[in-house]
């Protein structure tokens, strides 16, 4: 199974901030990597997919890169509605494994 | 508006069985491929298996700590998907959810989306 490693696995910032989150998976995925934004007591919101791809009416504060092992979420200027737990997911091979999560909390 | 509800989480006693429904809507249910992820209480997302669209060979993947207890399964004449949970443990409590599986293309990058609001099951004596 490809394990996925987040970090930091908990992070706190304050409005207006420029967030990075790192995933890194145990062998290459190519771009086979998604990121997801949860809410206490939500379920999980779709955010970015294959490494880099904004989903629709994602804002455009959020963005991903990387490629192989490495990747990252940043966020270019936190809001308040961005406080929650962001997951990452590899697709590239069965099982589908997530990161243990990083929850960004506010200063 | 696409929508997934999720039903049919409960109480049950360790060993016992529990079906769970995932209505769907607003989207061609015969041709989606489906997902069951699932979060225990305070715990991150992992992910349960998996079924093809009958078009697609209809076939089921699991993951490893489910596989030989839980069958997923699906009516696209009722736009339902199921997940029957047999030989359940203490450590399948959990809120489960049912998510799509998306794909642009055959061979390119799949994703989630979207995802049900969840069932809670709780596996206690």
């Known amino acids: 199974d490809i394990q996925m490693t987040q970090s930091p696995s908990s992070l706190s910032a304050s409005v207006g901030d420029r967030v990075t989150i790192t995933c890194r998976a145990s062998?290459?995925?190519?771009?086979?990597l998604n990121w997801y934004q949860q809410k206490p007591g939500k379920a999980p919101k779709l955010l970015i997919y294959a490494a880099s791809s904004l989903q629709s009416g994602v804002p455009s504060r959020f963005s991903g890169s990387g490629s192989g092992t490495d990747f990252t979420l940043t966020i270019s200027s936190l809001q308040p509605e961005d406080f929650a737990t962001y997951y990452c997911?590899?697709?590239?091979?069965?099982?589908?494994?997530f990161g243990q999560g990083t929850r960004l909390e506010i200063k | 508006e696409v929508q997934l509800v999720e039903s049919g989480g409960g109480l049950v006693k360790p060993g016992g069985s529990l079906r769970l429904s995932c209505a769907a809507s607003g989207f061609t249910f015969s041709n989606a491929w489906m997902s069951w992820v699932r979060q225990a209480p305070g715990k991150g997302l992992e992910w349960v298996g998996r079924?093809?669209?009958?078009?697609?060979?209809?076939?089921?993947d699991y993951a490893a700590p489910v596989k030989g207890r839980f069958t997923i399964s699906r009516d696209d004449s009722k736009n339902t998907l199921y997940l029957q949970m047999n030989s359940l443990k203490t450590e399948d409590t959990a809120v489960y959810y049912c998510?799509?599986?998306?794909?642009?293309?055959?061979?390119?990058?799949?994703?989630?989306?979207?995802w049900g609001q969840g069932t809670l099951v709780t596996v206690s004596s």
């Open positions: 062998q290459s995925i190519s771009s086979y």
């Open positions: 079924i093809k669209s009958k078009t697609d060979g209809g076939t089921t």
């Open positions: 997911q590899q697709s590239y091979s069965t099982p589908v494994t």
């Open positions: 998510t799509t599986i998306v794909r642009a293309a055959a061979g390119t990058n799949p994703w989630f989306d979207p």
